[in-house]
C-alpha cells in the first residue's frame, strides 16, 4: 500500500502545482477513483470530485466527476445532497459520458427510494 500512498500524494500534488494545467484535472480524478474505488475512504473521493469541479467546471472530465460525487454522496447515505447533484445533471445532460443511458434516472430512484 505504500506505493498507493506515493502515487497518490503524487497526485495531489500535482494538482497543486500545476492548477493550471489539464492534468491537474486529471490527477484529481484519478486520486478521487481511487479513493473510492480501492480504499473506500469517501471523504478523499468527495473533497478530490468536489475540487474538480468547483475549480475546473470546463474540464471535460467534470460530468464524470460530479457522477462519481454522486456515486460517492449515496455511499455515505447523503442522499438529499446527491439527489440534488444528479437532478442537475439529469437536467444538463441525461447522458453523461462513461454513463449507461438510465444510470442517473436509476440513481435518483435509490435516492428517492423508489
Known amino acids: ?3 498507493e500512498k506515493e502515487g497518490l500524494a503524487g497526485l495531489d500534488q500535482t494538482a497543486r502545482l500545476y492548477p493550471d494545467s489539464p492534468q491537474a484535472g486529471e490527477a484529481l480524478f484519478t486520486a ?4 473510492l474505488d480501492n480504499d473506500q475512504d469517501f471523504n478523499s473521493a468527495v473533497s ?18 460530479e457522477l462519481m460525487l454522486a456515486k460517492t454522496l449515496i455511499c455515505q447515505d447523503r442522499l438529499q445532497a446527491a439527489e440534488i447533484l444528479l437532478e ?6 441525461p447522458q453523461p ?18
Open 32 to 35: 478521487a477513483a481511487f479513493y
Open 1 to 3: 500500500m505504500g506505493r
Open 97 to 114: 459520458v462513461n454513463a449507461p443511458p438510465d444510470e442517473i434516472r436509476r440513481l435518483l430512484a435509490a435516492c428517492r427510494g423508489d
Open 48 to 65: 478530490r470530485c468536489q475540487r474538480l469541479v468547483d475549480k475546473y467546471p470546463e474540464h471535460p472530465l467534470r460530468k464524470e466527476a
Open 88 to 93: 442537475r445533471l439529469d437536467k444538463e445532460d
